[in-house]
């Protein structure tokens, strides 16, 4: 079993939809959880970064950890074609992963 | 401000050449840094890392290697290239490695 499962899609939505990204992950003892945004050739950015159980809100974006499901989630509301991107989601060991390509249509 | 700088951008070699790829940070002293790979399509890879001068951990077994002979310097190599050693390289840093990764734009190396 990988470390870090993440359904690589692609995951194709309308403009204005909300998304949910999730991430699976098998060692209980990872506390920081992250995702990150990545365009086209081009390096990740950081994009929400959680720490142990619990919601964090940013704009558009909602980052949730579900640690007695070792489960996270990335939930994008009011999706924006400027969104279309690989959302790759990590551990605090440096664990990446697959990524899911996500494309909001206009 | 911290920056990363990662050259070239893009790279095309023959099969069996050597590589030298270089990553450096500015802004920040003794950082965590990290050589990922990206296969087309597929997640990234983590490659080696370093917490320091001289300390350099190999996740996966390979043709490559990494160096770091100064703090904000980071070095992929190998001396033969392999056409399976084609991919978009990263390099990355951090503070703690439980603090988020700042990654370089990378090379894409392509070889032939």
């Known amino acids: 079993q990988k470390e870090v499962e993440q359904d690589p899609g692609p995951l194709s939505v309308p403009e204005g939809a909300i998304v949910s990204l999730n991430c699976t992950y098998s060692?209980?003892?990872?506390?920081?959880f992250m995702w990150y945004r990545q365009y086209s050739r081009k390096g990740p950015e950081l994009l929400m970064y959680t720490y142990s159980s619990g919601n964090k809100e940013d704009g558009r974006f909602t980052a949730q950890v579900d640690k007695s499901s070792k489960y996270i989630s990335l939930f994008i509301r009011d999706s924006q074609p400027s969104d279309s991107a690989t959302y790759l989601c990590?551990?605090?060991?440096?664990?990446f992963g697959a990524g899911t390509r996500l494309t909001v249509k206009p | 401000s911290q920056t990363i700088h990662q050259w070239p951008a893009t790279l095309v070699q023959p099969v069996g050449s050597p590589l030298s790829l270089e990553c450096t940070v500015e802004?920040?002293?003794?950082?965590?840094l990290y050589w990922y790979r990206q296969a087309a399509g597929r997640g990234l890879q983590l490659l080696f890392y370093?917490?320091?001068?001289?300390?350099i951990s190999s996740e996966v077994p390979q043709n490559l290697s990494a160096s770091r002979p100064q703090d904000r310097q980071f070095i992929l190599s190998s001396k033969k290239l392999l056409l399976s050693d084609s991919g978009f390289y990263l390099c990355?840093?951090?503070?703690?490695?439980?603090?988020?990764?700042?990654f370089g734009s990378g090379t894409r190396l392509t070889v032939v």
């Open positions: 370093s917490v320091g001068i001289g300390q």
């Open positions: 990590a551990m605090n060991d440096m664990r």
């Open positions: 802004g920040t002293s003794n950082p965590n």
């Open positions: 990355a840093w951090s503070v703690t490695g439980e603090d988020g990764y700042t």
């Open positions: 060692n209980s003892a990872f506390q920081y």
